[in-house]
C-alpha cells in the first residue's frame, strides 16, 4: 500500500547555486504525497503490463541497499567513479543541468559507459513546489534534453530538490516519463567537511531496501565512501542501483519511490 509522507524539512543544496541553509528554512509549506516503498514495487506488475525490469540480483531474498548521488558531476567525480570501479559498486546519479551535466559531459558519458544509472536532478535546482507547472516542465525537460545529447537516452527517474513535490510535480514528471525518488539516508554532507561524520552518518541510517543520498560535490563526501562501501559490505549488503532495488518491478512515471 502507498503510505501518505509529508514533507517539510530542508534537504540537501547544490554547490554553485547560491543557495544557503537560511534560505531553506525560510520556504514555508508542507507537501503531502503517497510514496511506494521499494519492496512494494517489487511485487506489483507494470502498470501496462509490459515486460518487467531483469536484474542479476532478487532484493526480494538479498539485502541491497542503493548509493544516490545529487547535483554532479563536479571535479570530484572522477575520483568517485575511480572508487566506484574498483569496489565494483554501480550507483544511481541524480544529475544537474546547468552548470554540471553542460559543463562535464565527459563525465555523464563516463558514469554511463560504466554501468551507473543517469537520473534528472532537475536543470538549475529551482524548488519544483515553488513554480507553477510550465516552470517544472522546464526545469526537468532542460536536464532531461541536456543528458540524453550526451547519453543517447533519457532518464526515467528524477529526484525534486530538497524532496519537495506535491501533486502538480507528479502530473509534470508522469508527462515526462519521470518517476520520483527520494531517500531514506542523508549525512546531509552539504553543512560539513568531516568525511569520518558522513560516513557514521549514513552507516547509522543504513537499512535494507535503503537508499542512500550523497551529493558528488562537497569536499568531505568522495573520501567517505570507501569506507561507507566496505563496511556496509561487511554488514552483508549488496549495493544496487534504484531500477535494480525495485526489480523486477519498474517505477511508474510520476509515482513517488521512497523506504
Known sequence: MPRNTTTCTPRGIAAGLAVVASLTLALSGCAAYDATSPADARSRPTADGGERVKSGVDCAEERCIALTFDAG???????LLDILKEKKVHATFFLLGRNHVVKHPELVRREADEGHEIANHTW????LTDLDADGMREEMSLAQDAIA??????????????GRTNDTVADVSRGL?????????????YST?????????????????GIILLHDIYDGTVPAVPGIIDELKKRGYTFVTVPELLAPGTAEPGKVYKP
Open 193 to 209: 567537511t568531516d568525511s569520518a561524520l558522513i560516513e557514521k552518518r549514513i552507516l547509522d541510517q543504513a537499512d535494507r531496501d
Open 149 to 162: 545529447k550526451i547519453t543517447g537516452h533519457k532518464p526515467t527517474l528524477m529526484r525534486p530538490p530538497q
Open 124 to 127: 538549475s535546482h529551482k524548488i
Open 177 to 189: 516519463g519521470l518517476a520520483q525518488v527520494l531517500w531514506s539516508a542523508t549525512a546531509k554532507d
Open 73 to 79: 558531476p563536479s571535479k570530484h567525480t572522477p575520483e
